[in-house]
């Protein structure tokens, strides 16, 4: 089993930057994928980044591009999701999602496990 505690969301205004962490406790030498997904107000949860954490492969989501960027602390067991140039829209619950796999990184079904969740707002 894996735990993630992710923390780190806050109110911020538009242009403002946030870093996320995701802390993983447990059998972590079982982790091959690290994600960030966020849900909107009203919406679907959605991909936001992801990271392999073996090779240090990143993958990122066009809204996102430019803009976060994921990263990995391996003493630490921790992965951060650092968020710039902020804008409203980018307002959700954050959530940190681990898998054992190596599955599309968009896709939940790739993930075993998920933190609690974060909150991020964004404030015109």
Known sequence: ???LIDSGGGL?????SLRLACTASGRTSSI???SWFRQPPGKER???AALRWWSGTTYYADSVKGRFTISRDNAKNTVYLQMNSLKPEDTAVYYCAAGPNSGRPEYT????YWGPGTQV???S
């Open 109 to 112: 079904g790739t993930y075993h």
């Open 1 to 3: 089993q894996v735990q």
């Open 46 to 48: 959605e991909f936001v």
């Open 12 to 16: 911020v205004q538009a242009g403002g």
């Open 32 to 34: 091959n994928t690290v």
């Open 121 to 123: 707002t964004v404030s």
